[in-house]
């Protein structure tokens, strides 16, 4: 079955950086465009970026343009998530999704950011 795992979230100060890493398994993640979401306190999920498969041209919510960088490496069938320029507006809960299998999700990784 679809299984995916994120990892990387953390407490940063507010500037700093964090790495995403999301770990898919039980479907061809070679020919599946990635996207990831995030989801804080009291609001709905939200897309925050996603990736091609073939090409990995890459989409970015406002939010994220110019902060956020979205890559994949298909040999680990994983998928990233560079945040850089923290603000606290980005805490959240992140998830990663298959565009192939919409309706699974991991556990999703947590992301404080803080003084």
């Known amino acids: 079955q679809v299984q995916l795992v994120e990892s990387g979230g953390g407490l940063v100060q507010p500037g700093g950086s964090l790495r995403l890493s999301c770990a898919a398994s039980?479907?061809?993640?070679?020919?599946?465009?990635m996207r990831w979401y995030r989801q804080a306190p009291g609001k709905e999920r939200e897309w925050v970026a996603g990736?091609?498969?073939?090409?990995?041209?890459?989409m970015y919510a406002d939010s994220a343009k110019g902060r956020f960088t979205i890559s994949r490496d298909d040999a680990k069938n994983t998928v990233y998530l560079q945040m850089n320029s923290l603000k606290p507006e980005d805490t959240a809960v992140y998830y990663c999704?298959?565009?192939?299998?919409?309706?699974?999700w991991g556990q999703g990784t947590q992301v404080t950011v803080s003084s």
């Open positions: 999704n298959s565009q192939l299998w919409p309706r699974s």
């Open positions: 990736i091609m498969s073939t090409g990995g041209g890459t």
């Open positions: 039980g479907f061809t993640f070679s020919s599946s465009p």
